[in-house]
T-cell receptor
C-alpha cells in the first residue's frame, strides 16, 4: 500500500522550542489526520482536517490542510517533555475505505 | 469511557499454535480494522470491516483471518502463526461517516 512522505524522520529539540513537521502525498486528499503515539500505546487522534487551507488548533498544536490538498503541516509551540513521541499523519482521498499513514516523526525533547 | 480494548496486550507463542487477539469497541462504530506496525514499515492494514458480517482484505492479509459477528467485536485470528508475524498489532474503529479512527492500546506478539 501507499505511504505518505513525512518529514523530518526525527527531531531533537530543547524544551520551549517550536516544532514543525509536514506530510506530503502524491495524490489529492480530502481528509488529513494527525496522531501521536507514545511508547507502549496506540496512536491517539490529535487533529482532523477536512478543507483545503483549514487551520485547526488543539492546545499548543496547530495543523493545516495544504492548499494544494497534497500536504499537511503540524506545528507544536513551546514544546514540553510530555510532547515526546511519534507523530503520524494520515490521509485519504475519500474514494477508498481506508487511511494511508505517514512513516512518522519521532520527537525528543530535552530539558 | 469511549474506548477500543484489545486482549491480550502481550503474547509469546510458538510457530503453528493457533491464537486469537480480541478487539472490542463501545462507541457503536460501524467500521473496524486491524493494523500491524513494524519498524521502518509504519502502520499497515491487515483486514477491515465496514459492518457486521462485512469484512475485506487490507494491504497485508496473508496468514490472518477475521470475523465480525457482532458490531462491537472484531477478533484477529492467526491459524498457524509464523515468526514473520511477530509484530505490534492495533485494532481501530470509526463511524462510517468519518475517517477519524480510534486505536486500541496494541498487542505485542512474538512468535518463536
Amino acid at each position: 500500500g501507499q505511504q505518505l512522505n513525512q518529514s523530518p524522520q526525527s527531531m531533537f529539540i530543547q524544551e520551549g522550542e517550536d516544532v514543525s513537521m509536514n506530510c506530503t502525498s502524491s495524490s489529492i486528499f480530502n481528509t488529513w489526520l494527525w496522531y501521536k503515539q507514545e511508547p507502549g500505546e496506540g496512536p491517539v487522534l490529535l487533529i482532523a482536517l477536512y478543507k483545503a487551507g483549514e487551520l485547526t488548533s488543539n492546545g499548543r498544536l496547530t495543523a493545516q490542510f495544504g492548499i494544494t490538498r497534497k500536504d499537511s503541516f503540524l506545528n507544536i509551540s513551546a514544546s514540553i517533555p510530555s510532547d515526546v513521541g511519534i507523530y503520524f499523519c494520515a490521509g485519504t482521498p475519500g474514494t477508498a475505505s481506508k487511511l494511508t499513514f505517514g512513516t512518522g516523526t519521532r520527537l525528543q525533547v530535552t530539558l | 469511557e469511549a474506548q477500543v480494548t484489545q486482549n491480550p496486550r502481550y503474547l509469546i507463542t510458538v510457530t503453528g499454535k493457533k491464537l486469537t487477539v480480541t478487539c472490542s469497541q463501545n462507541m457503536n462504530h460501524e467500521y473496524m480494522s486491524w493494523y500491524r506496525q513494524d519498524p521502518g514499515l509504519g502502520l499497515r492494514q491487515i483486514y477491515y470491516s465496514m459492518n457486521v458480517e462485512v469484512t475485506d482484505k487490507g494491504d497485508v492479509p496473508e496468514g490472518y483471518k477475521v470475523s465480525r459477528k457482532e458490531k462491537r467485536n472484531f477478533p484477529l485470528i492467526l491459524e498457524s502463526p509464523s515468526p514473520n508475524q511477530t509484530s505490534l498489532y492495533f485494532c481501530a474503529s470509526r463511524r462510517a461517516t468519518t475517517y477519524e479512527q480510534y486505536f486500541g492500546p496494541g498487542t505485542r506478539l512474538t512468535v518463536t
